[in-house]
């Protein structure tokens, strides 16, 4: 499939500050370079990842207002979490305007909480935007070498690493976080004995 990034660049360049729109390019070379490595599909890794946070910077008002006109009902923790939001309206938004194909939509909706039965290029995803070269967290290192492992290794960490984050802040965390934590974590067990 040919994607049209040069859009994809422009549009988030309007609608992203500089912090932002370098880490959607830094997410787009490492969801790139992660497809490489596990057999994915480079081209839809690099348009997934340059279009991955395009509603990150919407208002909590413009994206209910969003979510409200594609008849769009937020769950009690969804409704609580509007850091989860941008995912959720990003992939509606990129259907309706580009429509770049489901495995990217599908990448994009599931980049921040996960999900049981994450594809190839959902977990790529999830993984590089946790890995991208502008990220300097603690344990960021640790996180770029389990990549290179395997992706459920990266997968299981990046599970962990959010769920230890919002149960140290008293925060609600999203079914679909467990659901994939828990089938990630299986996973590594059966790989591993």
């Not at 395997?150 to 599970?159: F, H, I, N, Q, V």
């Not at 959010?162 to 828990?182: K, V």
């Amino acid at each position: 499939m040919d994607y049209n990034i040069t859009d994809y660049l422009r549009d988030i360049r309007r609608r992203l500050g500089d912090y932002r729109y370098r880490h959607s390019l830094c997410v787009a070379e490492s969801a790139k370079a992660l497809a490489v490595r596990y057999g994915g599909d480079p081209g839809a890794a690099y348009a997934a990842g340059i279009l991955h946070d395009v509603w990150k910077e919407a208002s909590k008002e413009e994206s209910l207002a969003f979510f409200r006109s594609h008849g769009v009902t937020l769950t009690a923790v969804e409704a609580a979490s509007p850091v989860l939001w941008h995912a959720m309206a990003g992939a509606i938004y990129i259907r309706e305007t580009y429509d770049p194909g489901e495995e990217i939509v599908s990448a994009v909706r599931w980049h921040t909480t996960g999900r049981a039965g994450m594809t190839l290029a959902e977990k790529i995803l999830f993984t590089a935007d946790f890995i991208s070269e502008d990220r300097d967290y603690p344990g960021v290192e640790d996180m770029r070498r389990r990549a290179e492992v395997s992706l459920t290794c990266a997968m299981a960490e990046g599970l962990r690493f959010t769920i230890n984050d919002l149960s140290e802040q008293g925060r609600a965390i999203h079914p679909d976080t467990l659901f994939a934590y828990n089938e990630i974590i299986l996973e590594e067990r059966k790989q591993h004995g």
